[in-house]
């Protein structure tokens, strides 16, 4: 893995501060979502119950992630706005070390096209002022550990995704699924811990009883919004659907994954590949997934442009046909209302779930399809 060098650097850092010049004041005057679940962390420090009351729409952040909000919380006390511009600047950072990681190994071209295969996902993100970069960083960790062979330290950071905001658990079933125990039992115990460990302000019985109302609460709110929140279940509800066909849909995804992973080539190790297909999954099946979410397909871009190019021509053309297309869907360029002709309401509606769906199938078709391959990168 080759080390930046100083120019590199130097680029990272002044890109870093002017994106961060312009997020940092769009987050501050739009940003919701940070700001709603501070009220739940200072009513953490204060010791009242957490989750009394259901927000309008999705679900409030799980127990771990409110008391790491604390020291935001107590910021906010006095500025709001420092404690925002904070959290922006803070997931501006990560995202520069999640993109440094990344082009460590793989190199610094396929990382600025993933960006731009997910920008407007990943303005959405500091726009609404989410965790999803926290997340990114986590799971780029995650890779990173894995593609090194330290699978402890990889199950503790998925672990910590987990308890974070949940939905990145099925990365947990992943590591079972090959059957790396040490990582599983590790994310397992960490998720655990952390889950119980943020609430034992509340003592040990308090603990228990704070995170089995957040359970309570999430139950209620998915089955009060059924699938329309999910990106996959409210595509096939789109589409004419019914929940019947929403589960079909996840069974569909979910053997795909499964046997492309099942058809790793022998003494194959590719954790970047195996962990971009599993997440993209993630996001389509989680309860809540705004459109934002799809910033997480940034390991699987990488993954996608750096595998060896189909060495058949029509091939070759289909697989480069198929990035580009996934690419203007998750890109978000196309969202505009002056781009999408009335015939194509669908497909503006849903676009990003298209891409998703386009890009999961075609990495998995790489495997399963594309077995003749060529040296060049895509």
Not at 71 to 93: C, E, I, Y
Not at 289 to 317: H, M, N
Request: a positive charge; glycine letters at 10%; hydrophobic letters at 55%.
């Amino acid at each position: 893995m080759a080390e930046l060098t100083r120019r590199q650097r130097t680029i990272l850092a002044i890109v870093s501060v002017l994106y961060a010049a312009v997020v940092i004041p769009v987050g501050i005057r739009k940003g919701g979502d940070f700001v709603l679940e501070l009220g739940l962390s200072e009513r953490l420090i204060s010791g009242t119950p957490l989750y009394v009351i259901t927000p309008a729409k999705g679900v409030f952040w799980p127990p771990f992630t409110i008391a790491a909000l604390v020291p935001f919380a107590l910021l906010a006390r006095a500025s709001l706005a420092l404690s925002q511009g904070l959290w922006a600047a803070t997931n501006v950072a990560l995202l520069a070390w999640s993109l440094a990681r990344l082009a460590r190994r793989w190199g610094w071209k396929p990382v600025v096209l993933a960006v731009a295969a997910v920008a407007k996902p990943l303005e959405g993100n500091f726009e609404h002022q989410n965790l999803l970069v926290v997340l990114l960083a986590l799971i780029v960790a995650g890779i990173d550990a894995l593609q090194e062979g330290r699978e402890r330290s990889a199950g503790a950071w998925i672990g910590v995704a987990t308890a974070a905001k949940m939905f990145p658990g099925l990365l947990l079933a992943y590591l079972a699924y090959q059957r790396r125990w040490r990582a599983l039992g590790t994310g397992v115990a960490i998720a655990s811990a952390l889950t119980l460990g943020s609430m034992l302000r509340y003592g040990p019985a308090g603990a228990v009883s704070a995170v089995r109302d957040w359970g309570l609460m999430a139950r209620a709110g998915q089955q009060a919004a059924g699938f329309g929140f999910q990106p996959l279940g409210s595509w096939v509800l789109g589409v004419g659907g019914s929940d019947t066909g929403v589960w079909l849909a996840t069974a569909a995804c979910a053997a795909l994954v499964a046997a492309a992973l099942f058809a790793r080539p022998t003494g194959e190790e590719n954790p970047l590949y195996e962990v971009g297909l599993v997440t993209i999954l993630a996001v389509l099946v989680s309860p809540i997934g705004w459109f934002y979410y799809q910033l997480l397909a940034i390991p699987a871009w990488v993954a996608a442009l750096t595998l060896p190019v189909p060495a058949e021509r029509r091939a070759k053309l289909a697989w480069r046909a198929t990035l580009c297309i996934a690419g203007v869907l998750l890109s978000g360029m196309l969202t505009f209302d002056h781009l999408y002709p009335e015939a194509l309401g669908l497909l503006k509606r849903y676009n990003y779930v298209w891409g998703a769906l386009l890009l999961l199938t075609a990495l998995a078709a790489h495997r399963l399809v594309l077995l003749r391959r060529s040296p060049h990168p895509a």
